[in-house]
């Protein structure tokens, strides 16, 4: 009688790596919750602020500029500070950095000072810089061929501040009335107060740090650097590794062409003469191809490979500008042209930071990660101006066929690319 073959013994030290990473993913998941609701209700009625402030239309087009350049100009300093005392002291200085951005915010709109509250919203960007990082913290502890989807389910968790934060605006406008403050002064103090809880959460939850366990587990040292030799350190790494290169161009091109399309759809429907629960419901949708089907998306990610779900998410976001830039009056064809574009959009981020985390080894990892978030950030500003200028003197029809071009050029060279190294 033969006996079962044994299984390999499974280590204490493996065991409390698998029950860190669970309570991991929990708190980051909870993070991204709480700062989800705190940008996304801080941003909501921000364009409308600084225009009744200044007195000026093009200068309130500057209230989403100033967070989206807080949180490229945060996204370094807050991998600096996760490669020197681990992912805990980088999320507490992107989150610290949002709550003091909403305690700015309240005072400019208290004193009627729009240069003041353009300040603090560069700030408030720290909680996307937050937001953005959470999802490369949860692959530290990943086993290998794991890593989109412990990461894909903290990007999930964010679709319940992004849907839930507008809706709370009004609300917390009126309860800050309600309790002294200024009208439009409460949504800012709201997401001072979200953001204060999500500093706590990560203080107090993310015990051990992951990134320092798992530098323990590879005997990897903390990197001391200044700014500018984290950037030259994540230079030199992307030369290095083709790979993680790859996933950064495609990490680019992806929340290029998503911001540059969506920024401009409500102007493109409302000229078209949609009313605002149209518009809405529009950019709704959208929304949940960006988050919802995350999970399936890290889930192939792991499952088929990287790069193929990559392709699939040009694929993707081809269609979306073909279907876009032909839609005429069409308000159906936009909306799927926008569901697409959240989709193309998923695949590129979760494939694209998964990639980047298997591909460079822990020392040198939150250097490449803060510059993949430096250089997302300014790709989706300028993809922005770039935008407005081309639906401004040309057409949206014009935008489509740009976006399209660009998706397609970037999936051709991955596949190119991607196939010589095979």
């Known amino acids: 009688m033969t006996s079962a073959p ?65 949180a490229a100009l945060l996204a370094l300093p807050t991998a600096k500070a996760a490669g020197r005392g681990g992912r805990r002291m980088g999320l507490a200085l992107a989150y610290a950095a949002a709550l003091l951005g909403c305690a700015l915010s309240v005072a400019a709109i208290t004193i009627r000072n729009w240069p003041l509250l353009l300040a603090g919203l560069v700030l408030v960007g720290g909680g996307s810089a937050g937001n953005l990082a959470a999802r490369y913290s949860a692959t530290d502890l990943s086993p290998r061929g794991h890593a989109g989807r412990h990461l894909s389910l903290v990007v999930w968790a964010a679709t319940v501040g992004s849907v839930a934060g507008p809706n709370l605006a009004r609300p917390a406008d009126q309860i800050g009335m309600d309790a002294g403050l200024v009208e439009k002064a409460g949504p800012f103090a709201f997401a001072a107060l979200a953001f204060a809880l999500a500093l706590l959460i990560i203080m107090v939850g993310l015990r051990p740090d992951p990134l320092k366990l798992a530098r323990e587990r590879d ?113 159906w064809q936009v909306t799927t042209a926008l569901v697409l574009l959240g989709l193309g ?41 770039a935008a407005g200028a081309i639906v401004d003197r040309l057409s949206y029809g014009t935008l489509g066929l740009v976006v399209g071009v660009m998706v397609a050029v970037a999936g051709l060279w991955l596949a190119a690319t991607h196939r010589r190294t095979a």
């Open 345 to 385: 959009w998923s695949c590129g981020l979760v494939a694209g930071s998964a990639l980047v985390s298997e591909s460079v080894a822990v020392e040198g990892r939150t250097a490449v990660q803060g510059l993949s978030d430096l250089l997302m950030n300014i790709c989706g500003a300028t993809g922005t101006v």
């Open 219 to 331: 005997g990897a040292a903390p990197v001391p650097a200044t700014g500018r030799r984290t950037v030259r350190r994540a230079w030199r790494t992307l030369r290095d590794t083709p790979m993680a290169r790859r996933a950064l161009v495609m990490i680019a091109v992806s929340h290029t062409a998503m911001v540059s399309v969506m920024s401009m759809t409500p102007v493109k429907l409302h000229h078209d003469g949609s009313n605002l629960d149209v518009i809405g419901l529009v950019i709704s949708l959208h929304i949940a191809g960006m988050y919802v089907m995350s999970p399936v998306v890290g889930w192939l990610a792991d499952k088929a490979g990287t790069v193929p779900v990559l392709l699939g998410g040009m694929a993707l976001l081809l269609g979306a500008a073909v279907l876009a830039g032909t839609a005429g009056h069409s308000v």
């Open 6 to 70: 044994t299984q390999p013994a499974v280590s204490s030290h493996d065991n409390r790596i698998r029950s860190v990473q669970r309570r991991t993913l929990a708190v980051l998941s909870a993070t991204q919750i709480v700062g989800g609701v705190g940008v996304a209700v801080g941003l909501a009625l921000s364009s409308v602020v600084v225009d009744e402030l200044s007195g000026s239309t093009v200068i309130s087009g500057f209230a989403g500029t100033a967070t989206v350049l807080g």
